[in-house]
């Protein structure tokens, strides 16, 4: 069992270029998440995916679109890519409803110069 | 802001040794859980504990849960060098959506 993927696992970024980190999810899940993770910060959530067809913003959704392409997947693009958001991303999913911890993916280390 | 905070922000102890870590919030909640997380790796889902539930129990791991005074506790008995990781509470506010926010966490290191 893949479980949630991340894809890239690291990546350096100039600002202003623009990148989209793919996540998908093999375990029929409904619902996924994008945090960031920072130092001192704990995980902020960006956006999230209650179900397929549907995207809500987070806690810092400032700077990112997301994407629920099908059930499996959910991406995260930054549009023009800056300095403070150089982070670590993590993708999320969980069944759905109250009562479920969350399966994460190994995260994407994230520079940008 | 965040949701958790929690206690100790770092603790070093010997093997063998209990380790506790306290969690506190802000909001009332359907349920808090708690992550452990190796250096650079992805968080794991360790436990749950649902806000009618006062105690929890899992192998090693128990957490306990006062809603009245909005905290939660995790301890680790017999600690191993392999426990060293960071550990974090996340609360599942009620009306939030099933969203989880984070605490800071804290950072155990178990010496052998």
């Known amino acids: 069992n893949a479980g949630v993927t991340q894809t890239p696992k690291f990546q350096v970024l100039k600002t202003g270029q623009s990148m989209t980190l793919q996540c998908a999810q093999d375990?029929?899940?409904?619902?996924m998440y994008w945090y960031r993770q920072d130092p001192g910060m704990g995980l902020r959530l960006i956006y999230y995916?209650?179900?397929?067809?549907?995207?809500d913003k987070g806690e810092v959704p400032n700077g990112y679109n997301v994407s629920r392409l099908n059930k499996r997947e959910f991406s995260l693009r930054l549009e023009s890519a800056a300095p403070s958001q150089t982070s670590v991303y993590f993708c999320a999913s969980t069944p759905g409803g109250m009562g479920y911890g969350y399966t994460f993916g190994s995260g994407t280390r994230l520079t940008v110069v | 802001s965040q949701q958790g905070e929690e206690d100790p922000q770092a603790l070093s102890i010997q093997e063998g040794e209990n380790a506790t870590m306290n969690c506190s919030y802000k909001t009332s909640i359907n349920n808090l859980q708690w992550y452990r997380q190796n250096s650079g790796r992805g968080l794991v889902h360790l436990i749950l504990?649902?806000?009618n539930e006062r105690e929890k129990h899992s192998g090693r791991l128990r957490v306990t849960l006062d809603t009245s005074k909005k905290s939660s506790s995790l301890l680790i008995t017999a600690s191993r060098a392999a426990d060293t990781a960071s550990y974090f509470c996340?609360?599942?506010?009620w009306g939030g959506g099933s969203r989880l926010t984070f605490g800071e966490g804290t950072q155990l290191t178990v010496n052998p």
């Open positions: 375990m029929n899940h409904n619902s």
């Open positions: 504990i649902r806000s």
């Open positions: 996340a609360t599942d506010a």
């Open positions: 995916s209650a179900s397929e067809g549907t995207t």
